[in-house]
């Protein structure tokens, strides 16, 4: 299927989802945290450090729970910035677009969809890798949503199983993870993604065990 019929197809099952949660509104209440983020210790050989600079991962002011740490093994550096929405409605969720990219001073260098060898049993995770440049230094940042155990990059798809959710499931909770690492001089998007690969196989199992399912 071309890639234009399939976005016209998830956008029409968003309008007819909508259509449905507005004709028949469903009760949907908060979803906790299965445990808290204090709870998340650095990964073996990792030392907590300072969140990232805004100017690199810009905060969403609405996102009631966040996960806003650095971690540090010799050289190496890793941002990570995870904000947690219990319940969600469209003034109130998750958005990648308007807080992946810092508010100015900045240009936008690729953005490219990425699969992690992250999930359980060695699972693929999609992600958007993108990088930037901001006051001469480069970084790598990479974003994706999670909603109720299901990884995704699109905010298309997060809308709908967000929608699937609070009409079948009765919940609207869901997470956007971003994790940003400077690049070192002449290091490539590829060399920095193998790197937050590498971390994040040891950082995300701790993630899920606080993220509802």
């Not at 971690?71 to 677009?97: C, H, K, M, N």
Request: glycine share 8%; aromatic share 8%.
């Amino acid at each position: 299927m071309r890639r234009g019929m399939r976005f016209a197809l998830i956008a029409l099952g968003l309008l007819v989802a909508t259509g449905i949660a507005v004709a028949m509104p469903v009760r949907v209440k908060e979803t906790p945290l299965r445990a808290s983020f204090e709870t998340i210790a650095a990964p073996p050989g990792w030392r907590a450090t300072d969140e990232a600079p805004e100017t690199i991962l810009r905060p969403d002011e609405r996102a009631p729970l966040r996960l806003a740490r650095g971690y540090a093994t010799g050289s190496e550096t890793q941002w990570v910035l995870v904000e947690y929405f219990p319940i969600q409605d469209e003034a109130r969720r998750a958005t990648a677009r308007e807080f992946v990219f810092p508010a100015q001073g900045w240009s936008r260098l690729t953005e490219q969809g990425v699969s992690l060898p992250i999930g359980p049993g060695g699972a693929a995770v999609p992600a958007t890798l993108v990088l930037i440049e901001v006051n001469n230094q480069r970084y790598a940042v990479l974003y994706w949503y999670e909603i109720a155990g299901i990884p995704t990059p699109s905010d298309h798809r997060y809308r709908a199983h967000l929608l699937y959710n609070q009409l079948v499931r009765g919940r609207s909770d869901g997470a956007l993870i971003r994790i940003a690492s400077p690049l070192a001089t002449g290091e490539d998007g590829g060399a920095a993604l193998a790197r937050q690969t590498e971390f994040l196989r040891a950082f995300y199992p701790a993630l899920l065990g606080s993220l509802p399912r």
